[in-house]
Antibody, heavy 124, light 107 residues
Framework: QIALKESGPTLVKPTQTLTLTCTLSGFSISSYRVAVGWIRQSPGKALEWLALIYWNDDKRYRSSLKSRLTITKDTSKNEVVLTMTNMDPLDTATYYC????????????????WGQGTMVTVSS | DIQMTQSPSSLSASVGDRVTITCRASQSISSYLNWYQQRPGNAPNLLIYAASTLQSGVPSRFSGSGSGTDFTLTISSLQPEDFATYYCQQNYDTLFTFGPGTKVDFK
């Protein structure tokens, strides 16, 4: 059973660094074509893609947040970690870990598996 | 950056209605367009990818069409579980931009 589960703090203070962990089950982050990423959703707002890491350690970042984001993978723990520096109240959101779609025809950059999401509030 | 717009932003419909949602990209994205459904309190669920390919397990009443800049999601006969918000998302470039969403609620 493929699943992704987010973990991390529910409350951070402005200027602090947020670290979120996505624990994968049922598949390996090091398997060919696998890519895992992060998407957030501020309360009542639309979805915003943040970052993606591929099985071969290639990485992609949202350009407007690139200076604040780092995505890494730990193959021994089968985890993907997102760090976001200099947190601001505007970063208050539910953060989702997502998995790229892989079909018999190949991989495709749509997100077919989502974690339950973790709500992060930025407040002093 | 590629901007995605959706229309309408919300609509009211009844069970059994045919519902059409439109998504437009600010430049051509070929068929690199996906659709998601999000029910309140839940994570989004992938419905359609590559503009018209139905994701495994998604009911056949959902369909997608379009290419270039204009795309459509159609629900042929609205069911009670379909009342939700729908998002389009482009993967033509690696910003993976989402549209603002279309909320479908009860008439």
């Amino acid at each position: 059973q493929i699943a992704l589960k987010e973990s991390g703090p529910t409350l951070v203070k402005p200027t602090q660094t947020l670290t979120l962990t996505c624990t994968l089950s049922g598949f390996s982050i090091s398997s060919y074509r696998v890519a895992v990423g992060w998407i957030r959703q501020s309360p009542g707002k639309a979805l915003e893609w943040l970052a993606l890491i591929y099985w071969n350690d290639d990485k992609r970042y949202r350009s407007s947040l690139k200076s604040r984001l780092t995505i890494t993978k730990d193959t021994s723990k089968n985890e993907v970690v997102l760090t976001m520096t200099n947190m601001d109240p505007l970063d208050t959101a539910t953060y989702y870990c997502v998995n790229r779609l892989i079909t018999p025809m190949g991989a495709y950059d749509a997100f077919d598996m989502w974690g339950q999401g973790t709500m992060v509030t930025v407040s002093s | 950056d590629i901007q995605m717009t959706q229309s309408p932003s919300s609509l009211s419909a009844s069970v059994g209605d045919r519902v059409t949602i439109t998504c437009r990209a600010s430049q051509s994205i070929s068929s690199y367009l996906n659709w998601y459904q999000q029910r309140p309190g839940n994570a989004p669920n992938l419905l359609i990818y590559a503009a018209s390919t139905l994701q495994s397990g998604v009911p056949s009443r959902f369909s997608g069409s379009g290419s270039g800049t204009d795309f459509t999601l159609t629900i042929s006969s609205l069911q009670p579980e379909d009342f939700a918000t729908y998002y389009c998302q482009q993967n033509y470039d690696t910003l993976f931009t989402f549209g603002p969403g279309t909320k479908v609620d009860f008439k």
